[in-house]
């Protein structure tokens, strides 16, 4: 597509559904209940955009000075399977699938929110580098959900006539992906187990 000159195109950011205090705990519960079949059905999480950007609210990267950018369930995934996000269980040793983490790259605190994958319990922890953080958030931010937007200028200003022309609406080009809410996703899947 050819942009006149007063044309711009504009991607802004789709976040996912906003979730009341209740709903986000409840989300959370649903999150470890289902742990078992979210990793089952990881492929087709991955590859459905609406699973993929599926999101709770402790799904998270946070940095300081970077923002805070909610991590869809397929984020997760993918991070998890290229070993990143990934800690010790500080209970029974074995692997920590970490869900949030947030913290400053410039001292390097950091804190960390996970699910143990054999005894279930959620934990908080640490790491020594930030790097794995820095990872994630890069991650996050090549794979964002955004809505893609023509702006055109339709109105401009002179000495000598003042504002002219009249203002034109956005052209909404791309409505980017309606993302699942989280208890949509787990019905998806438990639905899928069930066939
Ligand atoms: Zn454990």
Redesign the pocket.
Known sequence: MKLKKNQTIVYQDIEALKATEEESSSDLNLFVENFDLILRHADHIKNTPSLFFSSFKCAFISVAFLGHHQAGIGHLLTLWENEILLGT?K??K?TLFIFSAGGSPLSGRNSCQGI?V??R?VQKTKWLSFKPIMLALTFLKSKKNKRKILRTRGQYFTWEHGLTGKPVPDKLLDKGVQPATFEELIKEIQKRECD
């Open positions: 269980c209970l029974c074995n143990c054999a005894c319990k």
